[in-house]
């Protein structure tokens, strides 16, 4: 946590030469890079992870949201990617990832990131302990529900009209992607 950003996870982050892109500045996907980092210093290297074995089969990256906010250069001083957690469900953490050198904010992202099953490989129940953990990275005002574990959805799944080829079909509103048989 961070002294001036309470309830954040901080690391310092160095750039590299080898990030600069023709324009002269941080190439844009080393910057998702720069979010990843953060992100897996604080699920997999974050002393309480550590200690308390949390996300034993890791996690999934679901969704990046990125706004590019301002132009980023090499510089010797090393960036902050601060990660604060935003909202828990059930099975995923909504991180929101902040790319900055005091006082400029380069870059911010809001990333879903989902625990993961080693056996399915599958998204798995986030377990009361990493729900602690990840909720101590939340305001305070949020806190106290996100340690509770969220309702399932009670009911069948909710289908929605999709027009397809000029008729209308059903669909589940979480869509999964599957292998061609092809």
Known sequence: MSALHPGAHVLACPTRWSDVDENGHINNARLVGYVQEGIYDLFRHHATAVRESLFPSGFIIARHEIDYLEQLHHRPEPLSVRISVERLGRSSAHVEVNVCREPLVF????????????????????????????????????????????????????????????????????????????
């Open 107 to 182: 870059m911010r992202a809001r990333t879903v990131v989902v625990a993961r099953d080693r056996e399915s490989g599958r998204s798995r129940k986030l377990s009361q302990s990493e729900r602690r953990f990840l909720s101590g990275f939340m305001p305070e005002c949020l806190r106290a529900d996100a340690v509770a574990p969220t309702a399932p959805p009670s009911g069948p799944p909710q289908w929605v009209p999709v027009r397809a080829g000029g008729a209308t079909a059903a669909r589940r509103t979480r869509r999964r992607c599957r292998a061609s048989a092809a």
